[in-house]
């Protein structure tokens, strides 16, 4: 079982807790304004590797990795394009005692037979799920992504019934994503989950706007600044002032 793999990290600390192997998969259905990884989107291609492979390279770093409390990070792209992969991966991992979290944004999510098999296969060998809410708003989402989110809104809550724990990521962009109104019926959603352990706000950046230039490819927010750290902290304050749950589980 072969994966097609974008790039991999093997000292990541932002994708997970610890200090993380993260693997970067090739292919995306969305196609977010915002990408910074724009040089992902193509599906089929990257360079193709072996569980055993990725195993091999893998467990050089294992004690810096289990000594963090971290463990493996399938991003992408987006992961759940490439399940039969993963599954195999993630058994391997979880036969060495290795976390596993898969960071997706739910794009490809579907109620077929064939994907509801293979994603609840996964789903028993995945420790984590770092899920980014790019919009709660249906006709928002589709402008900023290109794809409608009934299906993604789908995904977080089959998450929640089978308690899967979720990181809910939301990339906070100034007059895109930052509507006073948007942020209180996502914070209202993201209420309504029984397995949310953490939420970020991560602020906009242009740090993959030379991927876009590189593919020949006009990004459309280059006339977008990022937010500051109060705009971060105040969007931060408006998604949590509604939720339920224990609020100190979100610090």
Not at 10 to 18: A, E, H, L, R
Not at 84 to 106: M, N, Q, R, V, W
Not at 146 to 158: S, V
Not at 172 to 177: A, D, E, N, R, S
Request: charged share 20%; hydrophobic share 40%.
């Amino acid at each position: 079982m072969k994966g097609n793999i974008h790039s991999i990290e093997t000292f990541g600390t932002v994708d997970g807790p610890g200090i993380r192997y993260v693997i970067f998969t090739q292919g995306c259905l969305l196609r977010c304004q915002f990408c910074h990884n724009a040089d992902t989107w193509e599906i089929g291609t990257g360079k193709q590797m072996s569980v055993s492979e990725i195993l091999e390279d893998l467990t050089a770093y294992l004690p810096f990795i289990e000594s963090s409390g971290g463990g493996i990070t399938v991003s992408g792209g987006e992961p759940l394009l490439q399940m039969p992969f993963l599954i195999e991966l993630f058994k391997a991992c979880k036969k060495l005692g290795i976390h596993t979290t898969i960071d997706s944004s739910g794009g490809c999510y579907s109620t077929a037979p064939l994907f509801q098999e293979q994603l609840n296969e996964l789903l028993n060998y995945t420790d984590l799920i770092l899920l980014d809410l790019k919009h709660i708003n249906r006709k928002k989402h589709i402008q900023l992504t290109g794809m409608a989110n009934d299906h993604i809104l789908q995904f977080a809550y089959l998450l929640s019934i089978r308690q899967i724990p979720v990181w809910i990521r939301h990339v906070l962009i100034p007059g895109v994503t930052g509507d006073v109104k948007d942020l209180e019926e996502l914070g209202a959603f993201i209420g309504t989950l029984k397995n949310v352990e953490k939420l970020e706000v991560l602020p906009y950046h242009k740090l993959g706007v030379y991927k876009w230039d590189a593919l020949g490819l006009e990004y459309p927010l280059k006339d977008v600044e990022p937010p500051s750290d109060a705009e971060v902290n105040a969007a931060y304050a408006t998604l949590t002032e509604t939720l339920t749950f224990n609020k100190k589980v979100l610090s």
